[in-house]
């Protein structure tokens, strides 16, 4: 099991940028799929990024073309790149380490380990 810890959330402007952190121990470089998820309050957990040990990244059309991930293996830290940001991106973001390859391309939350979360807020 890999235990991660995300970051960098906070209180942004419309059409503002944040960058997510999740770090991963003991270390995340063979862990097959990495994603980016988000609940916000009432809704279910929605699945918005996920990249393979590849490289290979997947997007939720509500964030294609805003929101970049990344993973940098030498540092066991997944990002996630956020600009353009709207009202409707508040939420509580989670990182997520799974090792199936259809939550992965589907972004459904068949993850295995799961950080605490990070709130940001957009208005």
């Known amino acids: 099991h890999v235990q991660l810890v995300e970051s960098g959330g906070g209180s942004v402007q419309s059409g503002g940028s944040l960058m997510l952190s999740c770090s991963a121990t003991?270390?995340?470089?063979?862990?097959?799929?990495m994603g980016w998820f988000r609940q916000a309050p009432g809704k279910e957990r929605e699945g918005i990024a996920g990249i393979r040990r590849d490289g290979d990244e997947y997007y939720a059309d509500s964030v294609k073309g805003r929101f970049t991930i990344s993973q940098d293996n030498a540092k066991d830290t997944l990002y996630l790149e956020m600009n353009n940001l709207k009202p409707e991106d508040t939420a509580l973001y989670y990182c997520a380490a799974g090792s199936k390859l259809s939550p992965c391309y589907q972004l459904t939350p068949d993850f295995g380990d799961w950080g605490q979360g990070t709130q940001v807020t957009v208005s």
């Open positions: 003991p270390y995340m470089m063979t862990t097959y799929c």
